[in-house]
Structures are given as C-alpha cells and as structure tokens.
C-alpha cells in the first residue's frame, strides 16, 4: 500500500538520484524533509482524488460487479503510479 510515508521516502530517494545538488543543497539547509513531506501530500491528494473518481464510477457502471471490481482495481493501481510519477519526478 502506497503510504505518504513510503512516499516521501522515495522522493528524498528519487531527489538524491536525479538531482544529487540540489538533494545536498536541501539537506544541507534542513528543508530536504519538508519539501519531500509536502511533494507526497500533493501526490496522496491527486492519488485520493483519483481513486474517489473511480470509485463513483464503479458505482453508476453497468458492468457485472465481478467487472466494477476489477475495473476500480485497476484504475487504484494507476492512481498509485501516477501519483509516485508526481512525486519522483524531477
């Protein structure tokens, strides 16, 4: 499960590896924590929004619910792999 914790951890990850300056410039200043807690946030909000629209799709769809299930199983895995690609990229 994709928690906002494991998310920032993976953007300080993603920052050192694409970016290693301004990775050392962040942390040398103390604010390497907060803009990876606030890239995550941002990142959880799109995932959540996301997932709530597929969500309310899966509840008005005519599909058989075996389908609405896997449909909304699916588009939960893409909310999460967007959401990691807002987060990681730099």
């Given at each position: ?13 993603a ?23 606030l ?17 309310d ?8 619910p ?25």
């Amino acid at each position: 499960m994709l928690t906002k914790r494991l998310l920032v951890e993976m953007v300080k990850e993603a920052l050192r590896e694409y970016d290693l300056e301004q990775y050392q410039c962040l942390k040398a200043d103390g604010s390497l924590d907060l803009v990876a807690k606030l890239r995550a946030e941002a990142a959880i909000d799109t995932r959540d929004h996301l997932m709530s629209l597929a969500r309310d799709e899966a509840v008005t769809s005519s599909l058989e619910p075996i389908e609405r299930v896997r449909q909304q199983v699916m588009k939960n895995r893409q909310a999460n792999e967007i959401a990691i690609a807002q987060a990681t990229e730099f």
